[in-house]
């Protein structure tokens, strides 16, 4: 294997991996910002040394190894300067003696033994904005570079940036301890939690970048943080609603590409394919969300959604007027100009491009639109659809560009060719 095939394959790899290593080197050495270093030098290492020795033959433990060693190395020089006798336990733990004292007390009274979690609810942390908790955990928890996160915000890359660097500081200056908080203090970190889940979720869904249309090992970790705290809080409605949203979203998979990874859309997709026992999953979490008065909640109401599409068997059968009142709703309950771009595509079904065209332009001045490929993908459609090619071709020329996702970028500049040929 050539050194570019070796980079490609550790690009991939690492992207599935770094949280595990984040959140394990964080557990160890107590500090985020520690953490993010030490997995840095792993993989500067392994960029050295795999081109010339090889991939290993377990290159995810070679990696978890190597990042073991490294914290272990750290713990002993600050054991060495600063002769803090309170950190031995960290040391015990890591080959394999049994943890005593404050270290010990603190895992047992956790109510999840688990470094993900631990590493989600700490950048969750009260002490730090909800915008850069969110920020900071797509970057840790996720892996998602600074520009991804920036797109999936619909913000410039330096305000990102800044937030991160900003909550990695904060918790540093307050030594927040890397933990999962006691069950009477989750509900006030659970707002940014969700939303980072709803988020990692959506970048695996439908990646804003690179050459893959999904990134299912996102929706896969944020599948199963989702179930977790939904055992953590069987009660709580927006984690159900959550949950439902992320199950059925996620039981279309499957159909959403062809094997070379080509994207195969909605209308296109075989429904035999999807997963029915994954849409069982979700509805049932959606039915006990409403059962227990959540059914306005912005994420129950996006399951709804998700919930129309998955109980019909034909694309041709879809509720769309149902549908189009469904994000009527939503817009009332969390506005945003995303919400009405999703709900013009709903009312083009139910009542003709013409009326969701009116509702594009509006959303024309947006200024969290400016540089978002759907807006003018949407527009291309529906002038496509009136017969205005001319325009649809600008359009979906237009979006193409201002995607990141190969993938994405194919699909549109095949359109915008298919109005050339008609």
Excluded at 289 to 296: T, V
Aim: glycine share 6%; charged share 25%.
């Amino acid at each position: 294997m050539n050194a570019a095939a070796v980079h490609r394959r550790l690009d991939a790899l690492w992207r599935m991996e770094s949280p595990k290593l984040l959140a394990r080197l964080a557990r160890i050495t107590g500090n985020i910002d520690t953490a993010e270093e030490l997995a840095q030098d792993v993989l500067v290492v392994a960029l050295e040394r795999w081109p010339r020795e090889g991939v290993p033959d377990n290159p995810a433990a070679w990696l978890m190894t190597a990042a073991k060693h490294r914290a272990i190395d750290h713990v002993r020089q600050r054991q060495l300067h600063a002769r803090k006798q309170d950190e031995y336990g960290v040391e015990l733990e890591l080959h394999g003696a049994d943890m005593q004292g404050d270290d010990a007390q603190r895992l047992a009274d956790d109510d999840i033994g688990d470094d993900l979690l631990r590493l989600l609810f700490t950048s969750c942390h009260p002490l730090l904005p909800m915008e850069s908790r969110v920020a900071l955990t797509l970057r840790m928890l996720g892996g998602l570079s600074t520009p991804e996160i920036a797109r999936a915000f619909l913000q410039p890359e330096p305000t990102v940036a800044q937030r991160i660097v900003r909550a990695k500081r904060t918790l540093a200056e307050k030594q927040v301890p890397f933990e999962v908080p006691r069950k009477a203090e989750l509900p006030e970190r659970l707002d940014a939690v969700l939303e980072v889940l709803y988020l990692v979720f959506n970048e695996g869904y439908a990646a804003t970048s690179g050459d893959d249309w999904m990134r299912p090992a996102l929706c896969e970790e944020a599948l199963r943080l989702g179930r977790v705290l939904v055992g953590l809080l069987p009660n709580e409605t927006e984690a159900l609603g959550l949950l439902a949203l992320m199950e059925l979203q996620a039981s279309r998979m499957p159909a959403r590409t062809q094997a070379d990874g080509t994207p195969i859309l909605l209308p296109q997709q075989n429904r035999s394919r999807w997963d029915r026992l994954q849409i069982q999953r979700g509805l049932q979490a959606l039915v006990r969300a409403q059962r227990l008065g959540g059914a306005d909640g912005p994420y129950a109401l996006q399951a709804a959604l998700a919930a129309s599409h998955a109980r019909a068997r034909r694309f041709d059968d879809t509720d769309w007027t149902a549908i189009a009142a469904l994000y009527a709703r939503l817009m009332q309950v969390a506005p945003s100009p995303v919400v009405e771009l999703n709900r013009a595509v709903a009312v083009a079904k139910a009542q003709g491009p013409q009326a969701a065209l009116a509702i594009v332009e509006g959303l024309a001045a947006e200024p969290k639109l400016r540089d978002y490929a759907p807006l003018p993908a949407v527009r291309g459609d529906l002038l496509q659809q009136l017969g205005r090619l001319d325009e649809a071709r600008v359009e979906f020329e237009r979006a193409a560009a201002l995607t990141a996702n190969a993938r994405e970028s194919t699909v549109l500049l095949a359109r915008a060719a298919a109005c050339d040929a008609a």
